[in-house]
Nanobody
């Protein structure tokens, strides 16, 4: 069973930075594509960023391009989301997700970590 645990969320002022981490257990990270999603109060969960492995090209939602960077350390079974130039509209619960490369749906999810950006 794949388990994902996010950390690194918190309260930050607009313009600041945060780094979220997602540690994967139960499987080898290198066999999975990893993604980040977020859900703001009263809104549906939305895609933020994803990769397709260490050699895969990452892709981002238009709203976070240039400001956010997804990366991974397979040796540590951990994926990161570096967030900079944060805006109040980035406030949300951020979720880590995983899927095997041959599967198109995200089948594994973490519990989420809260990010709050104050103006």
């Amino acid at each position: 069973q794949v388990q994902l645990v996010e950390s690194g969320g918190g309260l930050v002022q607009a313009g600041g930075s945060l780094r979220l981490s997602c540690t994967v257990s139960g499987r080898t990270l290198s066999n999975y594509a990893m993604g980040w999603f977020r859900q703001a109060p009263g809104k549906e969960r939305e895609f933020v960023a994803a990769d397709s492995g260490s050699n895969g090209r990452p892709y981002y939602a238009d709203s976070v391009k240039v400001r956010f960077t997804i990366s991974r350390d397979n040796a540590k079974n951990t994926v990161y989301l570096e967030m900079s130039s944060l805006k109040p509209e980035d406030t949300a619960v951020y979720y880590c997700a995983a899927r095997p490369f041959i599967v198109t749906t995200w089948g594994y999810w973490g519990q989420g970590t809260q990010v709050t950006v104050s103006s």
